[in-house]
T-cell receptor, first 113, second 110 residues
Framework: DGGITQSPKYLFRKEGQNVTLSCEQN?????MYWYRQDPGQGLRLIYY???????QKGDIAEGYSVSREKKESFPLTVTSAQKNPTAFYLC????????????FGPGTRLTVT | DQQVKQNSPSLSVQEGRISILNCDYT??????FLWYKKYPAEGPTFLIS?????DKNEDGRFTVFLNKSAKHLSLHIVPSQPGDSAVYFC?????????FGKGTRLSVIA
């Protein structure tokens, strides 16, 4: 079954700790994206990568970091510098020929207390 | 500066009737528009799209209309079903990652 997996579904952390969210896809897509969803805010782009070993900041990159060492994987680290890390995080991917059609994973709900 | 706006946070429609979700944009360089549907605690799923060179695209019960002069697009769902109850996001693209609106929550009442 082709698709995007995000793990875990729910994640709890103490304030001041870094946490890494996993995103894996087996769709052979070149591009991968990280979004954050807050109530009433829609989807806001954190980082994206269109090719392995390359990535760009989105609209709200501060306090986050990413890596793209493999085509299939695009992990997101929420650092202690992120002031409001509690949110629903969504990973997406798209093929290079149809970048406008993104496929989303099921999301990870991160709660930081 | 919000380039894609969905001005109605919510919409309620009776089962069997038409649902019309609206979206306005400001960037005339957008060349592709999409609608996504999202259930709570799940990722959005792609619903339907339209290129800027077209004014209508239809897929079953879903039709998207694009009015470039007004910088407006709409999603029509006919007939509406209870399973259509979800948040609908409008998105647009111009050579870069998609820009999403804030979403409209559709409730279809049986």
């Amino acid at each position: 079954d082709g698709g995007i997996t995000q793990s875990p579904k729910y994640l709890f952390r103490k304030e001041g700790q870094n946490v890494t969210l996993s995103c894996e896809q087996n769709l052979n897509h070149d591009a991968m994206y990280w979004y954050r969803q807050d109530p009433g805010q829609g989807l806001r782009l954190i980082y994206y990568s269109q090719i392995v070993n390359d990535f760009q900041k989105g609209d709200i990159a501060e306090g986050y970091s990413v890596s793209r060492e493999k085509k299939e994987s695009f992990p997101l680290t929420v650092t202690s510098a992120q002031k409001n890390p509690t949110a629903f995080y969504l990973c997406a991917s798209a093929s290079s020929g149809r970048l406008y059609e993104q496929y989303f994973g099921p999301g990870t709900r991160l709660t930081v207390t | 500066d919000q380039q894609v706006k969905q001005n109605s946070p919510s919409l309620s429609v009776q089962e069997g009737r038409i649902s019309i979700l609206n979206c306005d944009y400001t960037n005339s360089m957008f060349d592709y528009f999409l609608w996504y549907k999202k259930y709570p605690a799940e990722g959005p799923t792609f619903l339907i799209s339209i290129s800027s060179i077209k004014d209508k695209n239809e897929d079953g019960r879903f039709t998207v209309f694009l009015n470039k002069s007004a910088k407006h697009l709409s999603l029509h769902i006919v007939p509406s079903q209870p399973g259509d109850s979800a948040v609908y996001f409008c998105a647009a693209r111009n050579l870069a990652p998609l820009v999403f609106g804030k979403g409209t929550r559709l409730s279809v009442i049986a």
